[in-house]
Nanobody, 123 residues
Framework: VQLQASGGGLVQAGDSLRLSCTIS????????MAWFRQAPGKEREFVAS????????NYADSVKGRFTVSRDNAKNTMYLQMNSLKPEDTAVYYC?????????????????WGQGTLVTVSS
């Protein structure tokens, strides 16, 4: 399975941006999905995750109330709607997939990872 993240860009603080992650191959609905991010000089950190059907979501405290993760199984795509962006949200955002569990903070051994898309938030 291959993941393709897109939608990153340069925005100003307070703006919104929506990231997409498309998974190739069948059985998208059998994968729980997640977003992670890695800022320059920092370790990769968990951002949000969503269960196979989309009924369960998890968020890092730093993005709770500002970011919303969703998925469209008919389009093999997961989304991350990011509102009220802050300069500290600047990072490369990665999507990931796993068939066994809904990813949470600390999960790094996942089935598949995308290549990342850069989000830059200027102050």
């Amino acid at each position: 399975v291959q993941l393709q993240a897109s939608g990153g860009g340069l925005v100003q603080a307070g703006d919104s941006l929506r990231l997409s992650c498309t998974i190739s191959g069948p059985d998208f609905s059998k994968y729980a999905m997640a977003w992670f991010r890695q800022a320059p000089g920092k370790e990769r950190e968990f951002v949000a995750s969503i269960s196979w059907s989309g009924t369960l979501t998890n968020y890092a405290d730093s993005v709770k109330g500002r970011f919303t993760v969703s998925r469209d199984n008919a389009k093999n795509t997961m989304y991350l709607q990011m509102n009220s962006l802050k300069p500290e949200d600047t990072a490369v955002y990665y999507c990931a997939a796993d068939r066994r569990r809904v990813p949470t903070a600390g999960d790094t051994s996942l089935d598949a990872w995308g290549q990342g898309t850069l989000v830059t938030v200027s102050s």
